[in-house]
């Protein structure tokens, strides 16, 4: 019962959030320099054109009823694109390219989430030894290196492997199912994804083209997922590392439990509840992230839009999605306190 | 099982129920050899309460520890050292359930003789080494339990059960016999800790573990030594909950450790060292974490339990308050050594150590003058075997020689009461020179070459 109150009240409390976010995108947008009708007529047109445009867009109106409209609209998802596709419904635009993002968004959190975690827990398990040494140094490393810097050489690489021109003849095109291109060309169509994964699931799994895809999206979600990887490493190995010198693992070794049951039932439980705000706040950077990943990797999703749509002052579509993020981000927040409470006993909704 | 079959045991009259012998625990760093417990030796009877007292740092805990078989590297209990658990019933399971790790002592006895077993140890060894005063004092038992009779090819490494007397060939014939404890391993290891001899630790707030439930904690050792799973295993951790005074049991054994209080949550850990009907109990500092009058609760708790069970309790803190309270017999320990060992009332009637009456003399409102009197400076850390007395430096009474002779336990008090101290001091009615020749001769004689 108070756990659902809970919830009601963070969802209240969300309300003020979202409007800020929102209104500040629409000044940002709408006070900024960029302009709609330049970004879709080019920077010389003039005229009757532009004046009729303006009044198309609505820009001619007051402020304040532009503000309204696009308050309404931005809620219901119901505003049409001025400039990304011009006419075009944004519920449908981006419903077009939800898929590739949240293909990308899974795998760049499953992946740290099963490779950073295991290793930061067994290097935490056997500190200073030489494993434990090379997970903490590589993870050092790994997370010093920029997203877009690390994706840019990553492409690189792929590509020059080409032919067998790889280190041991390691060809990327050929590694796994065959691609006719590296991650990135602009002939890649990401939307086939939906007809793949989502209408045969009920029949069945096409399991090569399911592959296909991850081999796609492999290199960037793996360097999209790469700080949290490094980061989950090094905080599951400090708080395995903390948990195991406790002294409830010593109540418990002289109870006589075995050492397994001890790392399995006290020492990972309790390890688990400082990972939990950093894999939920690591999925805050993903969406900021995926915007210059599917740049790089060419991949067609909802970052790569939103890009689009504030370069180019596309006020309903970027505002739309901005709605989307922020609800994400603010369930994401609700979700990891719940979660919280299920973990650690000692954490209550009570004041 | 604990309370017959302790009545029945015709042996607890003569032996102890726990033997420590020359226990020697060490903590190999980089930099040096930290010799934590030196030497320590003490027996503890069922029913009985001994205390170990001593300042920080004088391998009080380490001594548990040991016995718990808690050590973890960079420790290591040394070869020489002896824990023997002699209580019948464990023997025989034991023997019954791991007879690949049974030594048959009645069988070896005829095949070996010990002094010429003596001559083969590799390593120095003196009487001292088997908490024997004379050489031919030394059995193969203490040879062969003290970790020697692995080298000769005697015992294997991981023999841990040892019998001494039998009348037949069943486990259930053993008639005497002890459980090696710094010998044990693995499974055998962790049957002794918990089942056997239960531990409660210093800091009630953090020794349970955070995220599970108090009933949860205490299932789990019922589970573990006493086979009861669900309903069965929530009822006998109400009843311990209940046991040690934990009001509504039955509500608090689903609450979370957060939810109890310091004392509470120290009956708690009570509770759950009792789950598997321990012989045995070694409580380190139980009471430190907790004011005052929890503490007098807690104490209260510990004589009720000891009462009704008729378990041994090994009571370890710095509070010389505490162990005039709980205490039948007291070892005083310094520097990883007991260096006084006496009935509660000897000691405190009649401390013989410079180092016990200083103690005794730090106890606010017992002091002489205006200031509280302490004793100058800190517990060493010893590094090396100790060729000197390790109190000497902080002595009041030290002279020349306490800085050359290590002094061995002497008899300091009525004849039979069993009060010994290692203290160049004694025996008193000695002039000095005899008294100090007293203790070179205990500690050297017996050095291999001299008298074999």
Not at chain 2, 207 to 220: H, R
Not at chain 2, 306 to 333: C, L, P, W, Y
């Amino acid at each position: 019962m108070s756990r659902w109150r809970y919830v009601l009240k963070r969802l209240a409390l969300s309300i003020p959030v979202v409007f800020s976010v929102i209104t500040f995108l629409f000044l940002v947008l709408r006070l900024g320099p960029l302009d709609p009708v330049a970004a879709r007529l080019g920077q010389q047109a003039q005229g009757a054109d532009v004046q009729r445009l303006r009044e198309n867009l609505g820009l001619d109106e007051p402020l304040w009823v532009q503000f309204q409209d696009y308050i309404v609209e931005t809620l219901t998802f119901s505003g049409e694109s001025w400039v990304v596709r011009n006419g075009a419904e944004v519920r449908e635009m981006m419903f077009e390219v939800a898929g590739p993002t949240i293909w990308l968004g899974a795998w760049a959190i499953v992946l740290p989430l099963f490779i950073g975690l295991p290793l930061g827990f067994y290097a935490g398990l056997n500190p200073n030894t030489p494993s434990d040494i090379i997970a903490n140094v590589s993870g050092i490393i790994w997370r010093s290196m920029p997203n877009f810097w690390l994706a840019v050489l990553a492409l690189a690489f792929l590509r020059s492997t080409n032919g067998g021109d790889g280190p041991f003849g390691f060809n990327w095109y050929t590694t796994g199912p065959q691609t006719q291109s590296a991650v990135g060309t602009p002939t890649l169509n990401f939307a086939t994804i939906d007809d793949i994964f989502g209408i045969p699931m009920l029949t069945g799994m096409d399991w090569s083209a399911f592959f296909v895809d991850l081999k796609l999206i492999l290199p960037a979600a793996i360097i999209l997922g790469s700080s949290s990887m490094a980061a989950e490493l090094r905080l599951g190995r400090t708080a395995v590392l903390e948990n195991v010198n406790s002294n409830y693992v010593e109540t418990a070794k002289a109870k006589g439990l075995k050492g397994r049951t001890i790392v399995w039932k006290h020492v990972f439980r309790n390890a688990l509840i400082p990972i939990i705000p950093i894999v939920t706040n690591e999925a805050f950077i993903l969406i900021g992230g995926s915007v210059i990943m599917e740049q790089i990797f060419n991949i067609n999703g909802l970052g790569r839009m939103y890009f689009r749509a504030i370069q180019t002052a596309d006020v309903p579509l970027a505002g739309a999605i901005v709605f989307l993020f922020t609800v994400i981000i603010i369930s994401l927040n609700i979700l990891q306190d719940i979660l919280y409470t299920i973990v650690d006993p000692r954490v209550g909704y009570d004041q | 099982m604990s309370m017959e079959t302790v009545g029945q045991d015709s042996d607890t009259d003569e032996t102890p129920l726990i033997d420590v012998r020359n226990l020697q625990t060490a903590f190999f760093t980089e930099k040096e050899t930290i010799r934590a417990v030196d030497g320590v030796s003490m027996d503890i009877d069922s029913g009985e309460t001994v205390g170990v007292v001593g300042e920080s740092g004088s391998g009080k805990s380490v001594t548990a520890r040991s016995i718990m078989g808690l050590v973890e590297a960079p420790g290591k209990v040394l070869e020489g050292s002896s824990i023997r658990f002699h209580q019948l019933e464990t023997v025989r399971d034991y023997a019954d359930r791991f007879s690949g790790h049974t030594v048959d002592l009645t069988e070896l006895r005829g095949e070996h003789d010990p002094q010429e077993l003596l001559g083969r140890i590799q390593t120095e060894v003196t009487a001292e080494t088997f908490g024997r005063e004379r050489r031919d004092e030394i059995t193969l038992t203490d040879i062969l339990a003290a970790g020697f009779g692995d080298e000769m090819g005697i015992t294997d490494e991981d023999d841990c059960v040892f019998v001494t007397e039998r009348n037949g060939d069943s486990p259930q014939d053993i008639t005497a016999g002890f459980i090696e404890v710094t010998r044990l391993d693995g499974e055998r290891q962790r049957q002794m800790r918990g089942g056997r001899i239960g531990m409660v630790f210093q800091d009630p707030l953090t020794s349970l573990n955070p995220v599970f439930t108090v009933g949860n904690q205490i299932k789990e050792a019922l589970n573990l030594h006493r086979d009861l799973s669900g309903e069965e295993a929530t009822r006998e951790a109400v009843e311990l909950l209940e046991a040690v005074g934990i009001p509504d049991a039955g509500r608090r054994v689903n609450e979370y450790p957060h939810q109890f209080s310091g004392g509470m949550r120290q009956r708690a850990v009570i509770a759950m060292a009792l789950a598997c009907e321990p012989e045995l109990l070694i409580c380190d500092e139980p009471t430190t974490a907790l004011d005052v009058t929890i503490q007098a609760q807690i104490l209260e708790l510990l004589a009720q339990i000891q009462e009704e069970r008729d378990i041994g309790i090994m009571f370890i803190t710095h509070d010389m308050g505490v162990i005039a309270e709980v205490s039948d017999k007291v070892n005083v320990m310094y520097a990883g050594e007991v260096i006084e060992q006496a009935d509660v009332y000897s000691l405190f009637e009649n401390p013989k150590h410079p180092y016990t009456r200083g103690l005794l003399r730090s106890i606010p409102g017992t002091q002489s003058g205006e200031r509280l009197e302490t004793i100058e400076g800190n517990v060493p850390t010893p590094t090396e075997s100790a060729s000197d007395c390790r109190f000497a430096p902080r002595c009041p009474e030290a002279f020349d020689a306490c800085e050359v002779v290590h002094p061995s336990h002497v008899e300091v008090g009525e004849e039979g009461d069993d009060h010994t101290a290692a203290c160049l001091l004694y025996p008193e009615e000695m002039p000095e020179t005899r008294r100090v020749n007293v203790h070179r001769e205990a500690t050297s004689d017996d050095r291999r070459g001299d008298s074999a």
